[in-house]
């Protein structure tokens, strides 16, 4: 029996030093985007068996909290690579001098916009939008007017844009749509809105518990209930001033421990493989179709009458005003 049981720990000690001696490459993303739910765990086990490492996500906080983050901890970050940021952020992480240049650059792609960004690489893209309850939601907005005309009762959940990609996405959305009156929209929607939650997830969870008849999210938000749940209650509000497009990238930082494997991972994100986890666990639109195509149910989502985006670098410039005239509204 001790000759059993001094076998088998000498075994578990060879397995473990063979596990410890994997490279390690570290990713920080944001919340969602590692839980049992989300495509992390699928993402995590298909590179593992591509690469023979130990990849690590690291939940650092929604989108817009990753910059943060990043900023923060500067060349000392124990991350090699930053997934979830969006073109709302890019420009501004590229002025912190912490991203490394691509190694190669992403082709075949199927976002809507053309791509020739040298730093970050897309793998999900997506329109926001205003989400609600088609069994109790009679009369739906159908712009950001009727939104605020709709009745007094009616109440909406956003998140905030200085945590949150979302968040920062609806910004920007009623930037774009209003450039030189979003100061007025934001005055008139501000009795509309019930809450500003840092990141996404709790915004859809108090929604899904019915505290509020409308949240953010995204135009692709109704093919998990349809797909997921066989529920088809969730639908996309129709806005006639368009939609605001968000592509969402990941990075290498230009002290990682692991460039070749980040580069690694980097092509990995636009394979088939990966690609095709992203539409059932993400809930987004794939940076490149997979080849079986998008599951059945994404064919039922809106398509956006127009499609808004400021590029990365108006985006830059018009981000502060427009917190500017945000904060000003909802402190009044």
Partial sequence: MKTL???AGLTAMTTLAHAQDKPVLTVYTY???VTDW???????????????????????????SLLSRIQLEGARSDADIVLGLDTNLTARAK?????????????GL???VEWNDDTFAPYDWGYFAFIYDNTKLEKVPG??????NSHK????????????????GLLMWVKTAYPNTADQIWKALAPRILTVTKGWSEAYGMF???????????????????????????SAASFSEGHYLQIEVAGKLKSADQPELADKFLDFMTSNEFQSIIPTTNWMYPAKFPQEGLPKGFETLITPVDSLIASAKDAEEIRDIALSEWLTALSQ
């Fill in 5 to 7: 049981l001094l076998a």
């Fill in 31 to 33: 919340d969602s985007f």
């Fill in 38 to 64: 989300g495509p992390g765990p699928a993402i995590e086990k298909a590179f593992e068996t591509t690469c023979d490492c130990d990849l690590q996500l690291v939940a650092a906080g929604d989108g817009a």
């Fill in 95 to 107: 002025a912190t001098g912490l991203f490394a240049t691509l190694s190669t650059s992403p082709n």
């Fill in 110 to 112: 199927d976002v809507p």
């Fill in 143 to 148: 712009s950001f007017q009727e939104l605020i």
């Fill in 153 to 168: 009762n009616l109440k909406i959940i956003i998140q905030d844009p200085r945590s949150s990609t979302p968040g920062l």
């Fill in 208 to 234: 899904l518990e019915g505290e509020a008849d409308m949240v953010l999210s995204y135009t692709t938000s109704p093919a998990y209930h349809i797909i997921a749940e066989e529920d088809a209650t969730k």
